[in-house]
């Protein structure tokens, strides 16, 4: 069989601990056999980070910017343990954080919907798709400690020195106070990243916050998604056969719990961190979720949801076995060569893409599973397979359907 050729390059994001080692065992046995490969290749982990002051880092970022589709690998954040198990010379930022920052984008989760890994919450038939603000609120707070009896107020100085104040309380006793923001354009970034995702899936957006608690800063989202929606949206949505959907946030928790799914949910930065855990955990493991970074000029970067899965590769690196589910890892390089050719115009390109993730979703229906699975399946008399075992047998389903 001829491999299928690509056009433009994918940035490609490598990572590290046992993620490293599935993006590797992916390549080989996945990709590279059907595929004449291009990639630019970035080595974010953490050892080449180091090396490189995280120069790395951002230079996979704005090679994204570039190119216009990324695929990462999980990587290291390093803390305290890290900076002598890796002897670092500093302690680098998150790269995700880095990159979100350079692309300026909004996160986009969904779970892997498979027969036999059921959802706790029966009704939901298609996935549910947080999209979940990344800038700003309660994570750019900043708080005091009231001590007892004054007078807190919110204070504006504008750049011409005039001051804007707000009586926040009139305190008699000790409390706390709490400040946050946000910023109008990414607020327009993240409503353009939510509304030309849900054009790209053909999906119902659905946005909800407290507009009437808070009248002017949730409100603010608010208004400022119906308007871009009217002047940019509407007649797209219109023909794509798609809504757009506002409601209160407590509103919407109760729909989400009632629906059949098959649609975006837009979250606030906080709302995005709880509700996104909510509907993972529904849906038995973040092994089985899909991640892309969408950028509001239309710039991808596919991920998995879950970490380097450290346990696992220290029993690697003891010799042990392991069974370490690489579905998300592979729907990350799958989500990036479907993107890629759409983009580039390569029909080949992402109709195998398609039929990776059906080959990995018949997989584990026909039973052949990681042990993280197993645990949690409605299915009987299944295989446990290693990491590496399930990768082939995701390869022998993919070559009986080529
Ligand atoms: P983790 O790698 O997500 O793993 C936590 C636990 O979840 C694992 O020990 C494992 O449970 C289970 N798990 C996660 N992914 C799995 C998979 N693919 N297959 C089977 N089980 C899986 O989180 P962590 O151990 O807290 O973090 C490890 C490192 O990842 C940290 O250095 C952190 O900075 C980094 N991290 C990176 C990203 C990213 O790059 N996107 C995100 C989060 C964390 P059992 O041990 O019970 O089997
Ligand atoms: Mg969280």
Same mark, same amino acid.
């Given at each position: 069989?001829?491999?299928?050729?690509?056009t433009?390059?994918?940035?490609e994001?490598?990572g590290?601990?046992?993620?490293?080692?599935?993006?590797?065992?992916i390549?080989?046995?996945l990709?590279?056999? $059907?595929?004449?490969?291009?990639?630019?290749?970035?080595?974010?982990?953490?050892?080449?980070?180091?090396?490189t002051?995280?120069?790395?880092t951002f230079?996979?970022a704005?090679?994204?910017?570039k190119?216009?589709?990324?695929v990462?690998?999980?990587?290291?954040?390093?803390?305290?343990a890290?900076?002598?198990?890796?002897?670092l010379k500093?302690?680098?930022k998150?790269?995700?954080?880095? %990159?979100?920052?350079?692309l300026?984008?909004?996160v986009?989760r969904a779970?892997?919907q498979?027969?036999?890994?059921e959802? /706790?919450?029966?009704?939901w038939?298609?996935p549910?798709?947080?999209?979940?603000?990344?800038?700003g609120d309660?994570?750019k707070?900043?708080?005091?400690? *009231?001590?007892?009896p004054g007078k807190?107020?919110?204070v504006?100085t =504008?750049?011409?020195g005039t001051? !804007?104040r707000e009586l926040?309380?009139?305190?008699d006793?000790?409390?706390?106070?709490?400040?946050?923001?946000?910023i109008?354009?990414? %607020?327009?970034?993240?409503?353009?990243? /939510?509304?030309?995702y849900a054009?790209?899936t053909k999906?119902?957006l659905w946005?909800?916050t407290?507009?009437?608690?808070?009248?002017k800063?949730?409100?603010?989202?608010?208004d400022i998604?119906?308007?871009?929606?009217?002047?940019?949206?509407k007649?797209?949505?219109? =023909?794509?056969? *798609?809504?757009y959907?506002?409601?209160l946030?407590?509103?919407?928790?109760?729909?989400?719990m009632k629906?059949?799914?098959?649609?975006i949910?837009? /979250?606030k930065?906080?709302?995005?961190?709880?509700?996104?855990?909510?509907?993972?955990?529904? /849906?038995?493991?973040?092994?089985?979720? !899909?991640?892309?970074?969408?950028?509001p000029?239309?710039n991808?970067?596919y991920?998995?949801?879950?970490?380097?899965?450290?346990?696992?590769?220290?029993?690697?690196?003891?010799?042990e076995?392991?069974?370490?589910?690489?579905v998300? !890892?592979i729907? =990350?390089w799958t989500?990036?060569?479907?993107?890629?050719?759409?983009l580039?115009?390569?029909p080949?390109?992402s109709?195998f893409?398609?039929?990776?993730?059906?080959?990995t979703i018949?997989?584990?229906?026909?039973g052949?599973?990681?042990?993280?699975?197993?645990?949690i399946?409605?299915?009987?008399d299944?295989?446990?397979?290693n990491?590496?075992? $399930?990768?082939?047998a995701?390869?022998?389903?993919?070559e009986?359907?080529?």
């Amino acid at each position: 069989m001829e491999k299928i050729k690509m056009t433009t390059p994918l940035v490609e994001m490598d990572g590290d601990e046992m993620t490293r080692i599935l993006w590797k065992m992916i390549k080989d046995e996945l990709l590279l056999p $059907f595929i004449d490969l291009k990639t630019e290749y970035y080595d974010l982990g953490l050892d080449y980070r180091n090396e490189t002051d995280d120069k790395v880092t951002f230079d996979s970022a704005y090679a994204t910017k570039k190119y216009g589709v990324a695929v990462k690998c999980a990587t290291i954040t390093p803390n305290a343990a890290r900076m002598t198990e890796y002897d670092l010379k500093k302690m680098w930022k998150s790269p995700n954080g880095t %990159i979100r920052a350079i692309l300026d984008g909004t996160v986009f989760r969904a779970p892997i919907q498979v027969k036999g890994i059921e959802p /706790c919450v029966k009704n939901w038939e298609k996935p549910i798709t947080i999209a979940r603000h990344a800038y700003g609120d309660v994570y750019k707070g900043t708080e005091m400690k *009231i001590p007892g009896p004054g007078k807190a107020e919110l204070v504006f100085t =504008a750049a011409d020195g005039t001051e !804007t104040r707000e009586l926040i309380h009139e305190f008699d006793s000790a409390g706390i106070i709490q400040g946050m923001h946000n910023i109008n354009k990414s %607020i327009e970034s993240f409503a353009r990243s /939510c509304f030309n995702y849900a054009l790209d899936t053909k999906q119902d957006l659905w946005f909800a916050t407290k507009d009437t608690i808070s009248k002017k800063y949730d409100h603010t989202f608010k208004d400022i998604f119906q308007e871009i929606f009217d002047a940019e949206y509407k007649e797209k949505f219109d =023909a794509a056969g *798609i809504e757009y959907f506002y409601t209160l946030i407590d509103d919407a928790v109760a729909r989400v719990m009632k629906s059949k799914g098959g649609y975006i949910w837009a /979250c606030k930065n906080y709302d995005g961190d709880v509700m996104s855990d909510m509907i993972s955990s529904a /849906c038995g493991s973040l092994a089985m979720m !899909t991640s892309v970074l969408v950028s509001p000029d239309g710039n991808y970067e596919y991920e998995a949801a879950h970490g380097t899965v450290q346990r696992h590769y220290y029993k690697h690196l003891k010799g042990e076995e392991t069974s370490t589910n690489s579905v998300a !890892t592979i729907f =990350a390089w799958t989500g990036a060569l479907r993107k890629r050719g759409e983009l580039d115009n390569l029909p080949e390109l992402s109709e195998f893409a398609d039929k990776l993730e059906k080959a990995t979703i018949k997989t584990i229906e026909d039973g052949k599973m990681t042990k993280d699975l197993a645990l949690i399946t409605s299915l009987k008399d299944v295989t446990v397979l290693n990491s590496e075992n $399930f990768i082939k047998a995701i390869r022998e389903t993919l070559e009986e359907s080529l």
